[in-house]
């Protein structure tokens, strides 16, 4: 199959004003016959909802938390980036999108990229509207900080709880739009199918988390914003409950799954303290700005941190990269923090751990400003280390964060399945194959708030008002049906295994071999261990209690059986991508001092995939990427 | 260390509920009370019987989703601190801790420790926000908001919305998080256009709910886990005396 991106001619600053004007628009008065599919309610998902339901269409949307104001959009901490040169340091719309296509290691759609940081700023007005309280210099106007990958000062910031803070904003603004009965809202319901009919996406069947009731919800178009896969992992800095199945089933109805194998490692999370771990924390990388990365020169130096003299320390990060420093990007400063600890420079419990050290700052700036600038993180760290961080350094090490493959989407937010669109980090399409901090909250905004609001007008124009079936449309009847038969199974399969010990399992083959260094053993050995694990999964699996009512077991059972395929085509597409970029990181492809060393005439392309059927190898479909705007270039960061 | 859990077990709203007696001999400090929890469920689904149900999402004390009454506390004995960032070296051996849902006419429990808290939202839908239609906003710089402001501001939109103030206070009051949203909005200049419809429509829709009123007890602030003070009910309650006495309180409009 042709993959067709759409994306406009011209040239790339004038694409997308270019292309609002070519798309057409749906008339006031025929909105209200449209109705939309939202599933998931952080900022993309919330902010979509709020803004369809601002133009007058009908809106249902979806969230598996008790309200949507819980999306795990809440927990990002550092910030927002914006194209504002408030700080004129040299910022521009064309500096931002060469940052991230160059952070993206050259795997992103320049066209999609170009559009992000085009609408970074409208996307701060619009936080600002809403009453985002972002922190503020002393002469009332928006203050900016540092960013990885960065060599300007271009991150909005609301303390160390941004997310949280646009999370309010848009749910602000959904809460609104629920009052005034634009937008239907549906908390505790988990999407667990997708319908086709005649190939448009025409609804979704949800389970009632409270009840237990399977039902089905038509629209004229279905919007997922359902997040990453993080938690294929088992151990991640996602939410516990942040889950795939929502994109992994219109992957098996026939979506695209693009790039699954660039999964970003955080390098700033606290470190495994035990075998009862059940989530990582991250710490914002916006510590790096002011602390200092380092582990004793010396292999298994078990001297206290302040006892090692200064000529004892690797400041590895300002080592390698002189000109970044500690604000390297986030796939090289993990890589680089797991290689001084496979050399045994490693510090804390398992010698899996490096030094995040905050006392030049504090001698420099003094401590008021420290506390001021990441004081909740500092908090935060020693609740749950019990370690006092203004005593002893941090100890951080790299976790799994955030996931940059997706679902496949055209320039308009649509997938190659007609009228289903994906938006945030659900999709593939901005950050390559490595995300840069601050930009996942620029991207789920900017889909939500400033892109799909126009494309789906688009769409819809096709769609003929009143068309949509009805919820009794035999689809609809035959998706129900999978969908209890699938819950029937789960409870009836008895085993003596629970849930959380096969995604554990499955999360430490992933780890180990599709991790953060990758090689064409491990990942053969992973992609003969996965579906093992699947198969006893469903033989072996206890899942206790009834489908009638809250059942938690129940819920991460189907979300788990969804991991143990999705797992296995991650690794899969990991083996195919002989080469390394970003956050991939094939250990056969290096340059000599270690870094992602791309093959740009073989892979210069988008790896879609096509789901073929339970046992049979997915099919690979590319989609070409051209660089007209950024040349082609070997990352560095020194 | 060795811990005995006496925790709420409810198999549904109608059922009258019950303590039942855990023994844990296998915790240890640096797990948090809901990894316990986890050791215990796995414990729990391998004998055969239920596990318990509780809500829980992002575990590191932003979402809002955990909670529940830890020995009589809401969030447990630790300040400042959410029921997944409670580690159990807050705890002795030996000890016994009661954990049961949060307790108000307003929060119904669903199961085990999990309740219904969707009241929350019905107040935030009553008038918690700002009516900027998405793309008319001004730029960001052309409303100076001083430092001040936009840091008291901060404070009180720091509330992660789960509830514990509600289940602290003896009267099931939702002041604390009704007052941390109208302050919030109400020291921002967006804020000013709706301030006092918004203070009207949400203490309306606060009493509505079946929440109870506020006697200064405080016990609000003293579990909060965000640290929210009670100085945002006295700018409520200020916001809320001059809507009254200048407005009457009229529906959400569309325009």
Sequence with gaps: ?638 | MKLTLKIWRQESPTDRGRLVSYDMPDAAEDMSFLELLDILNQRLIKKGERPVAFDHDCREGICGSCGFMISGVAHGPQKLTTTCQLFMRQFKDGDTIVAEPFRSRAFPVIKDLVVDRSALDKIVQAGGFISARTGSGPDGNAIPISKKNADLSMDAAACIGCGACVAACPNGSAMLFTAAKISHLGLLPQGQPERKQRALRMVTKMQELGFGACSNHGECEAVCPKGISIDFIARLNRDYMVASALETMEPVKKV
């Design chain 1, 1 to 638: 199959m042709e993959l067709n991106s759409k994306v406009p001619s011209g040239p790339i600053e004038k694409k997308w004003e270019k292309h609002r004007f070519d798309m057409k628009l749906v008339n006031p008065s025929n909105k209200r016959k449209y109705k939309v599919i939202v599933v998931g309610t952080g900022l993309a998902g919330g902010a979509a909802a709020a803004s369809l339901g601002q133009l007058g269409y009908e809106v249902e949307a979806f969230c598996y938390q008790d309200s949507a104001r819980r999306a795990h959009s809440i927990a990002a901490q550092g910030g927002i980036n914006a194209a504002k040169n408030y700080q004129n340091d040299g910022d521009s719309v064309f500096r931002l999108f060469y940052d991230t296509v160059k952070g993206g290691d050259f795997r992103s759609r320049e066209a999609n990229v170009y559009r992000l940081a085009e609408v970074s700023n409208a996307i701060i007005d619009q936080c600002v509207a809403l009453g985002v309280p972002f922190a503020r210099e002393y002469s009332g106007y928006l203050a900016n900080r540092s960013f990885g990958g960065a060599q300007v000062s271009r991150t909005f910031y609301a303390r160390g709880q941004t997310g949280q803070q646009l999370l309010l904003g848009a749910y602000a603004a959904l809460s609104r739009e629920v009052a005034l009965g634009s937008v239907k809202m549906f908390p505790r319901h988990e999407m667990l199918e997708l319908v086709v009919i005649d190939g448009h996406a025409k609804g979704i069947v949800v389970r009632d988390m409270i009840t237990g009731k399977i039902s089905s919800h038509v629209g004229d178009t279905v919007i997922l914003a359902t997040g990453g896969y993080g938690n294929v992992f088992y151990l991640s800095t996602n939410a516990k409950g942040c889950n795939a199945t929502a994109i992994w089933r219109a992957h098996r109805k026939g979506a695209f799954f693009a790039n699954p194998c660039y999964t970003q490692i955080h390098p700033t999370c606290i470190p495994v303290a035990g075998e009862h771990q059940s989530k990582l924390t991250l710490m914002s990388e916006s510590l790096r700005n002011d602390g200092r990365v380092w582990v004793p020169k010396k292999a298994g130096d078990q001297r206290k941190p302040w006892e090692i003299p200064e000529d004892e320390r690797d400041y590895y990060l300002e080592r390698k990269y002189p000109s970044y420093g500690n604000l390297a990007p986030r796939d090289i400063s993990s890589r680089a923090a797991k290689q001084v600890c496979d050399e045994g420079r490693g510090v804390g419990p398992g010698g899996r751990g490096v030094y995040l050290d905050f006392s030049e700052s504090i001698g420099r700036l003094g401590k008021g400003v420290i506390e001021a600038r990441y004081g909740n993180l500092f908090e935060m760290y020693e609740r749950i280390t019990g370690e006092d961080p203004w005593k002893w350094p941090m100890r951080i090490y790299p976790a799994m964060h955030y996931t940059m493959g997706g679902l496949w989407v055209d320039y308009n937010l649509m997938s190659n399945l007609d009228g289903l669109h994906v938006l945030g980090e659900a999709n593939f399409s901005d950050h390559g194959a490595n995300r840069l901090g601050a930009s996942a909250l620029m991207q789920g905004l900017a889909d939500g708030y400033f892109v799909i609001p126009y494309t789906i007008a688009d769409y819809l124009t096709k769609v003929k008002p009143g068309s949509r079936p009805g919820v009794d449309h035999p689809a609809f009847k035959e998706a129900e049906r999978e969908v209890e038969g699938r819950t029937k199974k789960l409870l009836s399969i008895g085993g003596t295994k629970t849930v959380d010990e096969f995604h554990k399992e499955l999360g430490q083959v992933m780890w180990e071999y599709v991790g953060m260094g990758r090689n064409e053993a491990g990942l053969k050995t992973a992609l003969q261990k996965i579906p093992q694990i699947r198969e006893r999964f469903w033989k072996e699996v206890r899942v206790p209690g009834a489908g009638a009512d809250l059942n938690q077991e129940l819920e991460k059972a189907g979300r788990v059986a969804d991991f143990l395929e999705l797992g296995e085509l991650l690794a899969y597409d990991a083996l195919m991508r002989d080469e390394s970029c970003g956050a991939h990181f094939r250990e056969e492809h290096q340059t000599p001092d270690g870094e992602a060393l791309r093959n740009d005439e073989k892979y210069a392309y988008v790896a879609a995939w096509e789901y073929k059927g339970e046992g049979k190898s997915p099919e690979l479909h590319k989609e070409p990427l051209e660089f007209e705007n950024v040349h082609l270039a070997q990352r560095s960061y020194k």
